[in-house]
């Protein structure tokens, strides 16, 4: 059975941001494309188009705020999908608003495209890297996600009694932290989200908080090990292979209100701290996530 269409079907997709949350609307749009078997013109809205530079998927990509809804057939806005129904996987709440039902037959994992460019960047570099393991130390202005410089110093002081033969790459932007020691490379703000990728598929694993980088490492096939606060791990980790548990290990704050996002007030935008001062951020077993990134350093 087939239908013929002499038009495609002008779709409009919407994210607005912020870079982790347009990285999680790629494999929608990815799916979009199939389920009309290719027979569709799509167009991504958002602050963050870089996010889907070299997608085979879109046909256009606009600024948020240039586009009319009027001028396409069908629109999809996914600001809110999540914010508004948080006790769901993110990227399910996504999904859901474009499948129904349908979503839990689809690929849900965010797809990347880097190009020969890309690959050449990054291979360049890997060139003096060696063997390395991938850390997102987040600091910016909203409080919940900064886990403390002193956390991460002594997570990975204990790593580096047992495995001085790993470099550890710093990622992120130009606030993020990164730390001062003979084994760590900063590479912060030095790739593209496509790059990125790439270049978390060389490493031995990545470590970080649910935020961009952590996204974008969902985009590659490495171990991701997650230190998680607000947010429950069925919640959150990237669902790969169509497998919503497939190479990952997440590691929550030890805290009694860890996993808050599910109480706060809708649509959650910002995170309410029920304890005044995000305790959360520095209630971590140290020698657990430790232990947790030497296992993946061991591995070949």
Partial sequence: M???????????????????????TTGLVREIFKHYRGNVSITMETDFGLVYKNNPYITDLKNWGQCRPVDYDVVYNLDDAYELNPKNHFVDSMFYRVFGIDMFTKNRAPDLHADSYDRNTVDHDLESFGSFFAVHMRQWYWPLKNITIETWQDILEQVFEQHSDHKLLCVGGSTDLVLDHPLAIDVRSRYTPQQLAYLFNKAKCFVGIDSAPFQIAGASDTHIIALLTHNPPEYIMPQRHFDPTWNWTAVQASIDCVGCNVRQIRPIREIACEKNDFPCNRSWNTAHIAKVIIEQLKKN
């Fill in 2 to 24: 087939s239908i013929e269409l002499e038009t495609p079907i002008k779709i409009l997709v919407k994210r607005r941001a912020a870079l982790g949350d347009v990285v999680m």
